[in-house]
């Protein structure tokens, strides 16, 4: 299983970001997956995720965040909008045991 996470950069505040984590492997539309951040000198928190037909989302980001999954693709999608600089981090995909090399957003004008 590898997983392989992309489209962090800089965003302005009150900015939309689409995180995007490429499996292979694993079906993203049957396995259970996770979007994680972590930013500096925090520990990893966990943002949001996929569990059979439920998606559910972390209070931190309830609101402004939509997860989903293309199974055409076989990829997980984050969309975090009016972003603010605490969504400073990186973003990691994960499943399981196995996690993604994560992602860098930097939220900042």
């Known amino acids: 299983v590898q997983l392989q996470a992309s489209g962090g950069g800089l965003v302005q505040p009150g900015g939309s970001l689409k995180l995007s984590c490429a499996a292979s492997?694993?079906?993203?539309?049957?396995?259970?997956m996770n979007w994680y951040r972590q930013a500096p000198g925090k520990q990893r928190d966990w943002v949001a995720g996929?569990?059979?037909?439920?998606?559910r989302i972390a209070d931190s980001v309830t609101g402004r965040a939509t997860v989903s999954r293309d199974v055409n693709k076989n990829t997980l999608n984050l969309d975090i909008s009016r972003m603010t600089p605490e969504d400073t981090a990186v973003y990691y995909c994960?499943?399981?045991?196995?996690w993604g090399q994560g992602t860098q957003v930097t939220v900042s004008s």
């Open positions: 994960n499943s399981g045991n196995t």
């Open positions: 492997g694993i079906s993203v539309g049957s396995a259970a």
């Open positions: 996929v569990f059979g037909f439920s998606t």
